[in-house]
């Protein structure tokens, strides 16, 4: 009995000594952000900071649903109307892949908000985080 912990022991240390063994892989320089998502997230915050956390009240209509994470590999992010996240978005705002190329899309780009919509996502793009406009 006595070996066998000892045994069980010795096995034990062997499994973590090998856990522990091999070459380090350097942490990758920078970010590790795609150009899509930086660039997103620059818009998603200002967006975010300029028509909701401000009560704009052009945007009051509506809620935000950040999907800067989501596994598609397209940070977005989306305005839904208020109360009903669940509902089928208005406004999608996009990049893909290795871009920084900024899509915006939806039902709201029709309206007379569109215009508004579609500078602001211009000047965030480029990096100018004002919130300038109104409808």
């Known amino acids: 009995m006595k070996s066998l912990r000892i045994l069980a022991a010795t096995a034990a240390v062997i499994g973590l000594a090998a856990c522990n063994s091999g070459p380090k892989t350097p942490a990758p ?9 930086r660039s997103m997230e620059q818009v998603a915050i200002a967006a975010h900071r300029c028509w909701f956390a401000s009560k704009d009240p052009a945007f009051k209509k509506y809620q935000m649903a950040n999907e800067l994470n989501n596994f598609g590999g397209t940070p977005r992010f989306l305005l839904v109307p208020a109360k009903q996240y669940g509902a089928r978005p208005l406004l999608v705002v996009q990049a893909r892949g290795a ?3 900024v899509e ?3 039902p709201l780009m029709d309206e007379a908000l569109g215009a508004r919509i579609g500078s602001d996502i211009n000047r965030w793009r480029t990096g100018d985080a004002s919130c300038g406009g109104t409808a």
Not at 29 to 37: D, E, M, R, T
Request: charge should be positive.
């Open 104 to 106: 915006v899309f939806g």
């Open 29 to 37: 320089s920078g970010s590790g952000k795609s150009a899509s998502l």
């Open 99 to 101: 871009s920084s190329q």
